[in-house]
T-cell receptor
């Protein structure tokens, strides 16, 4: 049982480039979340999904898009990367909103 | 919005109980208190959550005051592997926002 898997683990982008971060879970969880973590600021919710085909904005959604075409996958896209998006990105999932979340190991993204 | 206040850092001797406090004075009646921890560079790990009653699992105990304005996470026998940042969180209303804040950095000392 792999839990929550994030790919890639590390990435360096040039300003203006695009990329997609993949989150996959094998626990049949309904809810999935994308967070970013910056030094001294804790984790901030970017977007989340309450089921296949649904997405919603979190605390800091600007500059990001998401899709949940399959229940097990939650994709986070950066259409035109900016240095301010340099961060560690964590994906999480839960069976229902009241459960504790299972987090992935993170993607470290640097935009130069 | 129910937010939390935690000390920035704490130390605990190995083998002793670690008691991590959290204030959530604006918590609403139907909001749960959650605790997570994050070991350096890893993804956060869920520990425990509760509403009114004290809770215990294999990792920790959660003590919530009767007025629900504060809580304490107890690690009964701290080990070096418990060195981490501990986050106390309450869910905001009926939404899906988890405000993680900056947590308490716990250092377990040999």
């Amino acid at each position: 049982n792999a839990g929550v898997t994030q790919t890639p683990k590390f990435r360096v982008l040039k300003t203006g480039q695009s990329m997609t971060l993949l989150c996959a879970q094998d626990m049949n969880h309904e809810y999935m979340y994308w967070y970013r973590q910056d030094p001294g600021m804790g984790l901030r919710l970017i977007h989340y999904s309450v089921g296949e085909g649904t997405t919603a904005k979190g605390e800091v959604p600007d500059g990001y898009n998401v899709s949940r075409l399959k229940k097990q996958n939650f994709l986070l896209g950066l259409e035109s990367a900016a240095p301010s998006q340099t961060s560690v990105y964590f994906c999480a999932s839960s069976y229902w909103r009241g459960d504790g979340y299972t987090f992935g190991s993170g993607t470290r993204l640097t935009v130069v | 919005d129910a937010k939390t206040t935690q000390p920035t850092s704490m130390d605990c001797a190995e083998g002793r109980a670690a008691n991590l406090p959290c204030n959530h004075s604006t918590i609403s009646g139907n909001e749960y208190v959650y605790w997570y921890r994050q070991i350096h560079s890893q993804g956060p790990q869920y520990i425990i959550h509760g509403l009114k009653n004290n809770e215990t699992n294999e990792m920790a105990s959660l003590i919530i005051t009767e007025d629900r304005k504060s809580s304490t996470l107890i690690l009964p026998h701290a080990t070096l592997r418990d060195t981490a940042v501990y986050y106390c969180i309450v869910r905001v209303g009926t939404g899906n926002q988890f405000y993680f804040g900056t947590g308490t950095s716990l250092t377990v000392i040999p």
